[in-house]
T-cell receptor, first 115, second 111 residues
Framework: GAVVSQHPSWVICKSGTSVKIECRSLDFQATTMFWYRQFPKQSLMLMATSNEGSKATYEQGVEKDKFLINHASLTLSTLTVTSAHPEDSSFYIC???????????FGSGTRLTVV | DAKTTQPPSMDCAEGRAANLPCNHSTISGNEYVYWYRQIHSQGPQYIIHGLKNNETNEMASLIITEDRKSSTLILPHATLRDTAVYYCIVRANFGNEKLTFGTGTRLTIIP
């Protein structure tokens, strides 16, 4: 089945540094990927929609200069958390739509801890 | 996307059928009902989806009422590994529309 590989699975970084999270579609081409953030005991909140070869579309309230998204190829999308702060500590998950089944497949998530 | 309403939590005995309800009274004609689940600290996993007819796969069954205003996900023989948060989502199947998650139902399987 369609698989999205997400790396790293967890990362600890210091305040003020940047962290890059990668999502790769392994056996299909993903023209669109979605990035979610999930705080403890809460549901997934969509941050942005990443389109191959064009600028990402951010949800209201998400800082595009802080959460940089690049989708340069049909199999790779990256999320970079710039100048990370402790409040950015969260579980970040990517997703891609599977065509033609209309389903969505998700990465395994990245737990970011900013200290 | 139309909104869904699910009970916040449910318990089910191991080996019994787990029936998870979902209300989607404002669903429109071209919107499908999707079910996903999320086991702790993992990405969501697709379970099943349907439009009008009941659906069954190796994981679960989906029962959609005739008026499509509610549905029930059935896990026929629940195991401890089925403990997770289950999300019911409705959306249309066109374009690259985003998947919007509600609060879901936290299902706990009891030994």
């Amino acid at each position: 089945g369609a698989v999205v590989s997400q790396h790293p699975s967890w990362v600890i970084c210091k305040s003020g540094t940047s962290v890059k999270i990668e999502c790769r579609s392994l056996d299909f081409q993903a023209t669109t990927m979605f990035w979610y953030r999930q705080f403890p005991k809460q549901s997934l909140m969509l941050m942005a929609t990443s389109n191959e070869g064009s600028k990402a579309t951010y949800e209201q309230g998400v800082e595009k200069d802080k959460f940089l998204i690049n989708h340069a190829s049909l199999t790779l999308s990256t999320l970079t958390v710039t100048s990370a702060h402790p409040e950015d500590s969260s579980f970040y998950i990517c997703s891609a739509r599977i065509i033609p089944s209309y389903g969505y497949t998700f990465g395994s998530g990245t737990r970011l801890t900013v200290v | 996307d139309a909104k869904t309403t699910q009970p916040p939590s449910m318990d089910c005995a191991e080996g019994r059928a787990a029936n998870l309800p979902c209300n989607h009274s404002t669903i429109s004609g071209n919107e499908y009902v999707y079910w996903y689940r999320q086991i702790h600290s993992q990405g969501p996993q697709y379970i099943i989806h349907g439009l009008k007819n009941n659906e069954t796969n190796e994981m679960a069954s989906l029962i959609i009422t005739e008026d499509r205003k509610s549905s029930t996900l059935i896990l026929p023989h629940a195991t401890l590994r089925d403990t997770a948060v289950y999300y019911c989502i409705v959306r249309a199947n066109f374009g690259n529309e985003k998947l919007t998650f509600g609060t879901g139902t936290r299902l706990t399987i009891i030994p």
